[in-house]
């Protein structure tokens, strides 16, 4: 996977030198992109948005996407590690679902390059769904007779129930779950009275600290990249702060798991900021509990500096008017289980 | 707890004196009655839902009411008995929430005599939703400030973020889930063609043989019977068939753990057969695992008969009629989480 970790001297030196302007604060697009061979239907929407809420592709049958990436709330799951089948814990934070669309690669370490390889990961994860591989899964699939239609309305008639058109239909999916439209979107598109005076002083404060040297781009995680490409950064960048023990925040080796490559060590993609105010805990381990702190973090750990409790409360105040709307859905139907489906 | 058990003999004595007409056919009411201190509102009903699909309300923050009663599905949750808290197993099969407001007592032994009073059981169930009492329930729902709001649409100004209007709220959820107008209420209703012949000579066998004899009314879960009046059951009355050993149905004394009265050994609430289509697997302990099977235990232990297979066939294609239809619902928006609130 190609990485754009080398850009991020290059920003923080454009940060430094005020180069921001207002063209830069750009509104997260009213849809998402989709990939040539994943183009986004009602139908598949309406299937992914089924296997998406659909338990049974957990061993147990009681862990579906929506467990750990509640629509309902942040696209997360309020807890600092999210549990899964047999009361297991997983290692990291659950990233938000909400605008996941606009990442360029998936996960906390970026280790898949799309949202259909991501959805492949987690049933298969032994601490998250269980299954015991993906043939399996799409075996429990086919064995609820119910999904054969929406299969077949989505992918067009014959052996369509597959694994690859399981993830490409829940891919279709959280393509809808973004939220353009936020306080900031207005803003940013023009409406000047979208912000309030000190939503404003947080965007200037955003931009001149240096957190939109990272945080830049329509979903605040970083420049505009081809879909695959990664946008990584160390994190801590400065690790002479007390919080990198208070936090444990270097014991998660970040990327350096999926690259073996010592230069990856405590390297991790840059996640999007939108929706925060729904997202606590915060942080790739959820160790640190509100917004404010998390703020504080950052700027000592990315950009050595103790920020004022008046720019942490501007620098909240604009994060704050990042958040949603989020799109009012209808619930799926999950078709009947056969009694022996669990056996 | 007054109870209905005493008419069971005079029922099956008017079945087999074939004492079944047309009228008693009944069509599910298009709306489901409400006691006189909880009417049901729209500002409740929405509330009520949050709360209902809201896992913040079990000790770790992975359970809801939602979990083992999915509204998606069949208003259970495709298991023989429910994982709760910790992967922890219940000991019976999880009753579908559809039409559980036309129950006049609620769980499989009637332990409540209400849907509010139902509520607050799951929540402090050590294996359900794990919180060690009502008030860490409604502490969390306090500590969680966006529910202030809802609460005072729902209860007006004042200290209304209580346990007992949590239990009303999601009581008034539960009796908008309810699914009039299946193809079986179409012809009770008068529509001579809602029901095809094979489902017609269903319903003339399960009237004849004594089926409707315990499941009558409009829910076909026994007669109108005032809320908070059981109508229970001896299962198996007809204890000298293999089936008994086979799917242990002796084996939860059922109603007698709440008398301690020996004469309710066995006894349970007669359940509804709404949109068991949807709910494999079957009886109190979810030991059978198909539809027909079901109906032929149940003719066996309950009427003494071994029912044909053609009559099973059309026992069951008439027991595909009393499916749905589910009310579109769209999904609530709960509140954000305080990054301490599972602490």
Redesign the interface.
Known sequence: MRSAEIGFAVLMAMAAAGAWSQSQWQPLPEIAPAPADNPTTAAKVELGKMLY?D??LST???VSCF?CH?????GD???PTS?G???LKGGRNAPTVWNAAFHSVQFWDGREESLEDQAKGPPVNPIEMGMPNLDAVIDRVRRIPGYKAPFEAAFGAGDVVTMDNAAKAIAAYERTLITPGSAYDQYAAGNRTALNAQQVSGLECFAADGCASCHQGPAFNGPPLPMGTGFFVKFPTYPNTPYVAQYKLTEDPGRYNVTKDEADRGVWRVPTLRNL??T???MHNGA???LPDAVRVMGATQLDKTLSDDEVAEIVAFLEALTGP?P???????P???????D
Chains 1, 2 share one sequence.
């Open positions: 809420f338990p049974r147990t049958g009681t467990s509640n629509v309902m709330e942040g799951d309020h807890m549990a089948v047999h009361g105010s729904y606590a805990p915060y640190v509990k509100t989020f009012q859905q209808t619930m799926p139907r999950l009947p289980t056969p009694g022996d489906l669990l």
